[in-house]
C-alpha cells in the first residue's frame, strides 16, 4: 500500500494535498474532506461508518472553513483539524485513496 511522503494544507486555495510514496499527488477540496469525515458523529452512526460521498468533492465556491493542522496517526491515516473545532476523524490513507479515485471515476 502507498503512504503519503508529504502534506500540504493549502487554506487560501482550499484544496489539501497529499504526495503518495508510489508517486501520484492527489488533491482534495476542503468541502469534500469536511463532509466525508470518517467520524461516528458526521457520519451518522456506527452502522455507516463506511458509507461516503465522493460527489461532494464537486463542490464549486469557496467554502468557510480551513484547516488549522493535519496529524498524522500511526502509519495508517490522517487527524484533521478542520477551523469549527472539529477534530475527532481519523481518515485513513486507504480510505482518502478510494475516495479519490471514485471520485474522479465519476
Not at 39 to 47: A, L, P, Y
Not at 80 to 97: A, F
Request: glycine residues 6%; negative net charge; charged residues 25%.
Amino acid at each position: 500500500m502507498s503512504i503519503p511522503s508529504k502534506i500540504v494544507i493549502n487554506n487560501d486555495d482550499q484544496y489539501l494535498e497529499i504526495s503518495w510514496s508510489d508517486e501520484w499527488v492527489y488533491q482534495y477540496p476542503f468541502y469534500g474532506l469536511r463532509k466525508n469525515c470518517p467520524c461516528v458523529m458526521c457520519r451518522g452512526g456506527h452502522d455507516k461508518m463506511q458509507i461516503f460521498d465522493p460527489k461532494a468533492f464537486n463542490f464549486e465556491g469557496h467554502y468557510v472553513l480551513t484547516i488549522r493542522k493535519a496529524d498524522q496517526i500511526g502509519n495508517h491515516a490522517l487527524q484533521i483539524h478542520w477551523s469549527d473545532g472539529h477534530n475527532s476523524g481519523m481518515y485513513r490513507w486507504i480510505t482518502l485513496r478510494e475516495l479519490y479515485e471514485e471520485w474522479k471515476s465519476l
